[in-house]
């Protein structure tokens, strides 16, 4: 008996959990591109010594430049993101079109940056070979295009949140509440006779 309890408490909790999660992507839904900035944050960063070498074995154009700029504006989209949304206020419109511009910086320097790795790579003269100690150059080409996919997807997400926050809106979050349907409606007039 105290087993079917336990499990109905867990139901209910896993329950719990999903509707209050609902409740607060309900208040905030720029949370959502937010979460893919974060994501596109940490695979460059996480893998910037991959990146740094490809940029020391390479020694293309600019290579050095575009690595620090995609850093450093990845940082810089995150805060500004985060002044673009204040909480319960509406979207600051100056700081919105400042994010577009970071995110379309991103997406520029680090095509730049593929270029520049493809380019050394298939060059007709003295070419990059990717051997056993030079696998980097293969990560640091994953990782930037999978930087320009998350950027990309976040840019997406921040124009289309006008759409699919009022899609989320309409998601019923309600509790439904045992003896609630048959309850008469409460007269509060000043009817004094």
Known sequence: MANQKTAKKQGRGIKEVIRKSLVSLKRSPQSIPMVFLIVGFLIFSLNL?????????????????????????????????????????????????????????????????????????????????????????????????LHIVFVGITVVLLALLPVYSKLIRKINTSIEVEGNENMDVIDVSDDED
């Open 49 to 145: 010594s991959s990146i740094a070498n490809t940029t020391a074995r390479i020694n293309g154009a600019n290579m050095g430049q575009c690595e620090f700029v995609a850093m450093l504006f990845s940082i810089l989209a995150f805060v500004v993101f985060l002044r673009t949304f204040p909480k319960r206020k509406p979207a600051n419109k100056i700081m919105l079109g400042l994010l577009f511009g970071m995110l379309a910086l991103l997406i520029f320097v680090d095509y730049v940056y593929i270029t520049r790795i493809v380019t050394a790579l298939t060059r007709a003269d003295n070419p990059i070979v990717v051997d056993a100690q030079s696998t980097f150059i293969n990560t640091a080409q994953t990782v930037v295009t």
